[in-house]
């Protein structure tokens, strides 16, 4: 066998023992995002998308970048299940469209109050019912994930992202700065969440507790942490929307 074949031999085998040996993480995350995504979403749909990247991690992943193989391909893995999510976006358009409306209502008022906009407030602008307004919520909560996974398509702004080995063939210095700044706002926005909303999304990415978790830890109902993560999730799109792309009609 020449030197070369066996360089390959060697590396490709490298490849296989890190999809085995990291296989379990991709089930763990599908299974973590199943928390917080409709019935009718496949594990088996997430765990395939998410093996494909771990095959493409196991073949990009530089160790002189300086983050653990488990850190770069974690990401990788859940990017590519969050793509898979977003092409197969089983959310009515009637849904997107009445989140855009909560997003422009808070908006709206927070511009022109100088505070947190209010449920009664954003439901009143958008002339609807309290109870149709926590629907609304839920419903974007539940259908799709608004929220900072969603967020990150923006640019890589999530804690876990922190160390991601870079690729200096495609990213330019503005790339760089346009991310910095970005997590920065979000990072502002995010602190600047009234209590109860703040303490949700906490619990939820940090401490990665599902939904139900965060209702014992609050005393109030599953439906009610829905509610609570939505308009939290809708807020912060309202406070980023300079650095969102503009959504057409849907």
Wanted: a negative charge; hydrophobic letters at 35%.
């Amino acid at each position: 066998m020449t030197g070369l074949a066996t360089y390959s031999s060697v590396r490709n085998q490298s490849y296989d023992d890190l999809v085995v040996r990291y296989a379990p993480l991709v089930k763990r995350i599908a299974y973590h995002l199943m928390n917080r995504l409709p019935p009718n979403v496949q594990a088996e749909d997430l765990i395939q998308a998410g093996m494909i990247g771990l095959i493409e991690s196991s073949r990009n992943y530089d160790p002189s970048q300086g983050a653990s193989f488990e850190t770069y391909a974690g990401i990788r893995i859940r990017g590519a299940m969050l793509d898979e999510i977003r092409r197969s976006d089983w959310t009515p358009r009637s849904v997107h469209r009445k989140a855009r409306m909560v997003a422009e209502a808070m908006r709206g008022i927070e511009n022109e109050q100088g505070r947190d906009a209010r449920d009664v407030e954003v439901a009143e602008a958008m002339g609807i019912s309290i109870e149709e307004y926590h629907q609304v919520l839920q419903d974007a909560s539940g259908s799709r994930i608004f929220s900072l996974d969603e967020l990150q398509e923006v640019g890589e702004v999530v804690p876990a992202t922190e160390g991601l080995p870079r690729n200096r063939h495609t990213e330019g210095p503005y790339d760089g700065l346009r991310r910095d700044a970005f997590r920065d706002s979000l990072a502002e926005a995010i602190a600047s969440l009234p209590e109860r909303e703040r303490l949700v999304i906490a619990l939820y990415y940090d401490e990665e507790l599902n939904l139900r978790e965060i209702g014992q830890v609050l005393g109030v109902s599953e439906s009610r942490v829905c509610q609570i993560h939505g308009q939290a999730a809708l807020r912060l799109r309202a406070r980023l929307k300079d650095w969102l792309p503009e959504a057409g009609d849907d």
